[in-house]
């Protein structure tokens, strides 16, 4: 009898086709990506040793292949390493392998890293890397011959105290990238904290000798800094004249996206502990944090809360860029949809989104549609910030899963976490993300960098099947990298649309280049970019092939 | 001092009396105490005298009517003698005891106020003139006439008593010390005296007196381990907390087996959120009674007001044989399954516990906020329906609901539920909040804006007003307001991150309690 069951299950199984699971895990043997993360932890638990690292999904090479760099710990005032802690810059091969070029590029920067923003800001074509680090940071500029060239000295950024998130984009619509760089806590006094300071308080078992993260409550909040592009490789802190300065905050996360459609990019900066700011962008000339009035600035409830991630996308498709935050355990995320009128609705309880986070703490995320089906889904890695919280036995534990929520459309998301393959059901100590087509089949993969662990590699396998268009946008007159582009697509009849932002996620910088997923149609009618200011052209494409990646250059078609 | 397992309502002792408010006619020497914690703790003396008119005076028809209980034939009888002889002060205070026997007070009164005119310097006229004061609740007038009648007969047992328990109802505590004094003079091994004497000190402030006499309590030779135990209650019931541990202190010390002693104890540690010595306590108390489920659950509530949500777990799973049918049990495992931030297991005992008791408003409340937790909004709002249905009275169910139907987007049904939770509890100021969001979300901005002002009005720090507020002002156009209120906000909140610098702790959770 037992024999027959085990037959006849043999045979079900069998019969069974093979599940194509949504996303597959590379492992290091099979990518040749073998670099893991030192978070510097130390018994005295220094703050910044638990939120990095960040990654950068992006083509240093310009070979049309997406390449990836991880930041790393290093040399500053808590930790002294007896040599430096490599940093990596894995070229992609463009068969599914890479290979370690970190040294070859020169990117060496013994700097304790925190993350990482991707722009080509002097327009050469080739995109060049900020670093963001406790204590300084670092402008590497790319030489376009597969090395880099730290210019920090001589590009007028100087952004001591404690960096997180950056974000190329251009404030004053003169052509040329800006850069914000987040400033966390004033952390100067290096404070260490016990366990009543600590982030989740009591413990049992703590002892008094033993330290833990602080809370970040207890560290003053400070000023951001915003440099603007020159335009001769020099920048001028423009903090104080564009009132970003005047906005004290603990800045983790950006993204530059255009929330009132005036043609300015303004800025959404989560804050941890202290209320989020949105820098609505007068003109190009001043920012005004209209958080509080706009309705982003802190929970529904009037709560501040400890905010991460962030990213900014029409994710309903009603022409106005909505926004995400990502928070700690217990305060859930926020889906922020924009009712076109300066002010934004939580949608968190209605779309599942707080039910699903609620014992999250959210770092790298993505509005992105990783199904080409034309509609914005959502990706959230996740991390508890403090390693002892298992300890706590709150039910929180420091490895959290990566949640993937699927646009049905209409507002309406779906937790497609468990359907999306075995990697969804680990845990991970995930910070930066970026998500990126490593393989060029028009499909987004993940990459997931995790604290004081090896990153996490998660190929799309492009299960839905559906036909897409790739973009690269190369500005000529409005920004190299096209930030605040809008790009509008027709196939089948159907008209969608979608606002280029900068920066977003955590500490970390996506493949630029767009996807345009047109479902199941099986051609495209046209698509059409309007360029930022000072362009503002608007040009239309019907010939663009499918499935494929096209370059364009503003003015100049085609590539 | 423990909470009941069984719904709230203290057990009342076996010797209260059955009516306490009505004078009886009764004898001089009959006291009747009326059952507190303390049982046998300082009561009125409720004996109306008698006596006062000498039997060969009193008509034999009079006297035959009133032994008969023909009450009303010997008030027209005594009405008809006291016209005929109305300066005869023993004719009015008979008429007097048999008004208030036909329970006419007011007539009682009329009629005792005549023999006090008749005969001031009668104490006893006073002293029953008190009590039917006392009775009316005109304390004022009742404790002037015992003054007064105490001058007269300052040794009166009954009166001193009497006196000494109206001053300390009227929050005299002070005063009372000298009769009480006296009457520990009188009888200094009566327990009830001694005790009321010891609170009437400490409520006074005199620390050391009180000592005094707690330690003097403690050295009477008739006092029992019992009634230290009765007499630590009623200091706590006085929220004279201090004086109530020492006593335990002592009783733990002198009786280390006794269960009850400890489990005082550690729920008055509990009381104050010495979590850790109230575990420490209550835990000796389970270990000396096991079998108690009060002692265990109450353990089971130190620690998960304390947090130790794994250690709670790990007891109840230990007594779950022995306790685990009662509701208290189950409600508490859903409580630490909640602290674990296990959810769906804490709903899945509260839904079991709420389907074998739907009486429990409780665990239906506790119910909806886990499906709250869980994001599970209708089923949140039918358990908070159910909780109401069963106790509409409870301004955190009403403010719970309110919540979650302003989360569904019913912000007209918020409201309404909102307001009724801020009129049965009108200090919640998260309700109060709320119910400003829900305006706000409507656009009706003045509401919010008035409703929010009155709240910071109330509490100045009380930071999400201040936040939504500033919105609100934002949002009708107050551009000078709004950044008023954000540089109050900011200034909060720079407060808050020097406070937190300071000192830092982490709340508990608020959902169960």
Redesign the interface.
């Known amino acids: 009898m037992t024999f027959v069951n085990s037959l006849l299950a043999l045979l079900f199984l069998t019969a069974l086709p093979a599940k194509l699971v949504t996303f597959r895990q590379v492992l290091p043997k099979e990518s040749g990506v073998t670099w893991v993360h030192n978070n510097a932890r130390s018994d005295r638990h220094y703050l910044p040793e638990a939120f990095t690292p960040g990654v950068a999904v992006f083509d240093y090479n310009n070979d049309g292949w997406m390449d990836l760099l991880f930041v790393n710990s290093g040399e500053t005032t808590f930790f002294h390493p007896v040599h430096p802690l490599p940093y990596a810059l894995y070229r992609n091969n463009g068969d599914g392998t890479f290979t370690d070029v970190t040294e070859k590029a020169g990117i060496h920067p013994n700097l304790f890293g925190m993350g990482v923003a991707v722009g080509d800001y002097d327009g050469d074509g080739y995109q060049d890397v900020f670093i963001t680090g406790y204590g300084r940071s670092i402008l590497y500029h790319n030489n376009r011959d597969g090395t880099f060239t730290d210019v920090t000295a001589t590009s007028g950024i100087q952004a001591p105290g404690w960096s997180t998130s950056a974000v190329w984009f251009d404030y004053d619509n003169d052509g040329k990238l800006d850069l914000y760089v987040g400033q966390f806590a004033d952390y100067s006094s290096l404070r260490v904290c016990g366990i009543a300071d600590s982030y989740g308080g009591k413990m049992a078992g703590a002892s008094d000798s033993e330290h833990f993260y602080c809370i970040p409550s207890i560290f003053p909040p400070t000023s951001s800094h915003l440099y603007h592009n020159d335009g001769d490789g020099h920048f001028t802190d423009v903090s104080a004249e564009t009132g970003i300065a005047g906005s004290k905050g603990k800045a983790l996360g950006v993204v530059a996206s255009d929330v009132n459609n005036d043609g300015y990019m303004d800025l959404f900066v989560s804050n941890d502990t202290v209320a989020n700011f949105l820098f609505v962008n007068r003109a190009g000339k001043k920012f005004e944090e209209a958080g509080a009035a706009a309705g982003v600035a802190y929970s529904e409830d009037g709560l501040t809360r400890s905010g991460m991630g962030v990213d900014a996308a029409d994710f309903d498709q009603d022409g106005w860029q909505d926004l995400f935050v990502a928070n700690v355990d217990q305060e859930t995320f926020s889906l922020y949809r924009n009712n076109g009128d300066g002010t934004f609705n939580d949608l968190s309880s209605r779309t599942g989104i707080a039910s699903a986070t609620r014992l999250l703490s959210g770092w790298g995320l993505r509005f992105f549609d990783y199904d080409n089906d034309g509609l914005t889904d959502l990706i959230l890695a996740c991390g508890h910030p403090d390693e002892t919280v298992d300890r706590r036995m709150s039910g929180v534990t420091y490895d959290e899963p990566l949640l993937l929520f699927h646009n049905e459309g209409q507002g309406r998301l779906r937790n497609a976490s468990a359907s999306s393959g075995p990697a969804f059901q680990g845990r991970y100590a995930a910070r930066g993300f970026a998500a990126g087509d490593l393989n060029n089949d028009g499909y987004p993969d993940l990459v997931v960098a995790t604290n004081g662990g090896a990153p996490l590699i998660l190929m799309n396998n492009a299960e839905s099947q559906n036909h897409w268009i790739g973009l690269r946008l190369r500005g000529t007159k409005s920004n190299p990298d096209a930030a605040g582009a809008i790009i509008k697509w027709s196939a089948g009849g159907t008209v969608h649309s979608r606002l280029k932002t900068a920066g977003g996620s955590f500490m970390s910088s996506h493949d630029p280049r767009e996807v345009l997923g047109i479902g199941n149609a099986t051609r495209l009618d046209w698509v059409e970019v309007r360029w930022p200011r000072p362009s503002d052209r608007v040009e239309r494409f019907t010939d663009l092939p499918l499935d494929r990646y096209s370059t364009i250059v503003e003015g100049k078609g085609i590539r | 001092m423990r909470r009941p397992l069984t719904p709230a309502g203290r057990q009342r002792s076996a010797q209260t009396v059955d009516d306490p408010r009505r004078p009886q006619l009764i004898d001089k020497s009959d006291f009747r105490y009326i059952g507190s914690v303390f049982a046998s703790r300082l009561v009125l003396a409720l004996a109306l005298l008698q006596g006062t008119v000498p039997a060969e005076r009193q008509s034999d028809a009079i006297q035959q009517d009133i032994q008969a209980g023909r009450l009303r034939d010997a008030r027209q009888k005594l009405q008809q003698a006291i016209r005929s002889s109305p300066q005869d002060a023993a004719l009015w205070t008979r008429l007097g005891e048999v008004e208030v026997r036909l329970k006419d007070d007011q007539a009682a009164i009329a009629a005792f106020e005549r023999v006090r005119s008749l005969t001031p310097g009668d104490a006893r006229t006073y002293f029953n003139l008190g009590l039917l004061y006392m009775e009316q609740g005109n304390t004022g007038r009742a404790l002037e006439m015992y003054s007064r009648g105490l001058k007269l007969d300052p040794e009166d047992e009954a009166a001193n008593q009497n006196y000494a328990l109206l001053l300390t109802q009227a929050g005299r505590p002070c005063e009372a010390v000298n009769p009480l004094q006296k009457l520990k003079g009188m009888k200094s091994a009566d327990l009830p005296v001694r005790v009321s004497l010891i609170e009437a000190q400490l409520k006074c402030g005199n620390e050391e007196a009180g000592r005094r006499e707690l330690d003097e309590f403690r050295q009477l030779p008739s006092v029992t381990v019992e009634d230290q135990i009765k007499l630590a209650q009623v200091l706590v019931q006085d929220h004279l907390v201090e004086a109530a541990e020492s006593t335990l202190e002592y009783v733990v010390q002198a009786s280390p087996d006794l269960a009850e002693a400890h489990a005082n104890l550690g729920s008055l540690l509990l009381d104050k959120g010495d979590f850790e010595e109230a575990a420490r306590q209550l835990g000796q108390a389970v270990q000396l009674a096991p079998t108690s489920a009060e002692y265990s659950m109450e353990l089971a509530q130190v620690l998960l007001k304390a947090?130790?949500?794994?250690?709670a777990l790990e007891f109840l799973k230990a007594v779950k044989d022995q306790f685990g049918t009662l509701p208290e049990y189950q409600y508490k495992l859903a409580w630490s399954y909640y602290?674990?931030?296990?959810?769906p297991q804490a709903a899945a005992q509260l839904e079991a516990l709420a389907q074998q008791h739907p009486e429990l408003d409780r665990a239906h409340y506790s119910l909806g906020n886990c499906y709250v937790?869980?994001?599970?909004?209708e089923k949140a709002e039918m358990q908070y329906r159910k909780a109401i249905a069963l106790d509409s009275n409870r301004g955190s169910y009403h403010s719970a609901i309110g919540q979650v139907l302003r989360?569904?987007?019913k912000v007209g049904e918020a409201i309404i539920e909102l307001e009724k939770g801020l009129q049965l509890e009108p200090s919640d100021m998260e309700s109060r909040?709320?119910l400003a969001?829900c305006y706000q979300q409507r656009a009706e901005l003045p509401k919010a804006e008035r409703l929010l002002e009155a709240a910071v009005q109330k509490q100045p720090n009380l930071?999400?007003?201040?936040?939504?507020l500033?919105?609100v002002y934002?949002?009708e156009g107050k551009k000078a307001q709004?950044d008023r209120e954000?540089d109050l906000?900011s200034k909060l909140?720079?407060e808050?991150?020097r406070r937190?610098?300071q000192?830092?702790?982490?709340p508990a959770p608020q959902t169960f309690q």
């Open positions: 947090g130790q949500y794994p250690t602290g674990l931030g296990q959810v937790a869980l994001g599970q909004l989360k569904q987007g909040v709320q969001i930071l999400n007003a201040h936040r939504v500033a919105q934002y949002g709004g954000s906000v909140d720079s808050e991150t937190r610098a000192m830092m702790d982490s």
